[in-house]
């Protein structure tokens, strides 16, 4: 099974104001995500592992590129519903 795999490091995080805040944010979202859908993280309930100086945060591998080349690409930087609803 083919997966991604976002690393935060920890030391970059301290240095960025608010910025584990936000990742904080991502992984509630990401776990929302899944019990909404069952999709988007990994299929298992640790999708976040934490080490001494890293988090890993294992998602479902989505081909296609990133959501934020998507964007870039669409008009105003708005997906159509339809779009929007398959992302």
């Known amino acids: 099974e083919r997966v991604a795999v976002k690393i935060f490091s920890r030391a970059r995080l301290a240095k960025l ?8 944010r991502e992984i509630a979202l990401m ?3 899944q019990a909404a859908r069952g999709v988007g993280v990994h299929a298992r309930e640790d999708f976040v592992v934490e080490a ?3 988090h890993y945060v294992v ?3 989505v081909s296609g590129g990133t959501l934020h080349a998507l964007l870039e690409r669409a ?3 708005v997906l159509p519903r339809r ?3 398959r992302v």
């Open 83 to 85: 779009q929007a609803q």
């Open 59 to 61: 998602m479902e591998y």
């Open 75 to 77: 008009e105003h930087g």
């Open 31 to 33: 776990r929302q995500l």
């Open 17 to 24: 104001p608010g910025a584990s805040r936000l990742v904080e």
């Open 52 to 54: 001494r100086d890293k």
